[in-house]
């Protein structure tokens, strides 16, 4: 009979609200689906950061007939004596992994297969055109690449040296830029839900301080009286989050997943790591909904 009485209290708290709490609901769905969206971008960025992290490479370019550089010009290709020379010297560093020799047309096969989504692009570059060069395999990529590229830096042969962490440093900065911004908003809009939610039960309470009045003076407990607001709290947490648990599910299938078919290596987010996510979300919405309700029954239905 007491959880009846709960229960038919929660349903006219909301549908006399029903304004108010739909629009509690599209707030909470709305924070915690961006929130969601911020925690799978940290997901992504992990992921990616560490895929990249284990090939971490040098790139040293050798002199080609087409080089432009002035050393390259003045020195000519890269001799065979060059290449075995330098392959030598790297090989002989305790910081190098391991060398890989990456020949002019293994250069271009790997050049079409990356751009291989703009056949335009393609077309207008010879196999010539794309150097052949040394991919070196570091134990340390951060404390070892001066050491490792003071050895072969100006050295007949030697075009260019490149350190992939300058290329995969900006894309990462990109990655938390754009997740960063996502859970700022997503922050704000939990703060706006909050205080949607602290409104609601307060005009909640008010419009039932006559039976409020009367549950008081027939001896009811603090507890029972506030149960239904917090029902009420929780309940629009929960439609919330179902809202943006369908959202999240189409922001990694319809948004990520999509994404990831442009890219030539897998850094796909798991089934695993959307259900986490998911999980997360929901218990954010129940606490926040949760909580904001107690704090505001404490303040404005004083039994």
């Excluded at 703060?191 to 409104?199: E, G, K, P, Y």
């Excluded at 089934?271 to 505001?296: P, R």
Aim: hydrophobic share 45%; aromatic share 10%.
């Amino acid at each position: 009979m007491r959880a009846q009485f709960v229960f038919q209290e929660v349903w006219t708290g909301l549908r006399r609200n029903l304004t108010m709490t739909i629009a509690l609901v599209v707030v909470v769905a709305i924070s915690l689906s961006l929130l969601g969206t911020g925690l799978l971008f940290v997901k992504q960025v992990d992921n990616t950061r560490t895929y990249w992290q284990g090939k971490v490479e040098i790139s040293v370019y050798l002199c080609t007939s087409s080089s432009v550089s002035t050393q390259c010009r003045q020195n000519g290709p890269a001799t065979p004596a060059e290449l075995a020379s330098i392959k030598s010297d790297l090989s002989g560093l305790p910081q190098v992994e391991h060398v890989y020799y990456e020949s002019q047309a293994q250069a271009f096969q790997h050049f079409k297969q990356d751009f291989s989504q703009d056949p335009s692009f393609v077309s207008t570059v010879s196999p010539g055109d794309i150097p052949d060069s040394f991919e070196v395999k570091l134990k340390n990529p951060t404390a070892d690449f001066s050491v490792v590229a003071g050895t072969v830096q100006g050295r007949p042969g030697v075009d260019d040296i490149v350190d992939d962490r300058s290329i995969l440093n900006n894309f990462y900065k990109l990655l938390d830029g754009a997740r960063n911004a996502v859970v700022i908003i997503a922050i704000i809009l939990i703060i706006a839900a909050a205080l949607l939610v602290a409104n609601t039960i307060r005009l909640s309470a008010f419009n039932r301080r006559r039976e409020t009045s009367i549950m008081r003076l027939v001896g009811a407990s603090n507890f029972y009286i506030q149960l239904p607001f917090l029902v009420e709290g929780v309940i629009a947490g929960l439609f919330g989050w179902l809202i943006a648990a369908g959202l999240l599910i189409a922001v990694k299938s319809l948004g990520l997943d999509t994404l990831q078919e442009y890219f030539t290596f897998n850094v796909r987010l798991s089934a695993g790591d959307l259900v986490e996510v998911v999980l997360l979300t929901m218990i954010v919405g129940v606490v926040l909904c949760g909580v904001t309700s107690f704090l505001t029954l404490r303040r404005y239905l004083r039994v």
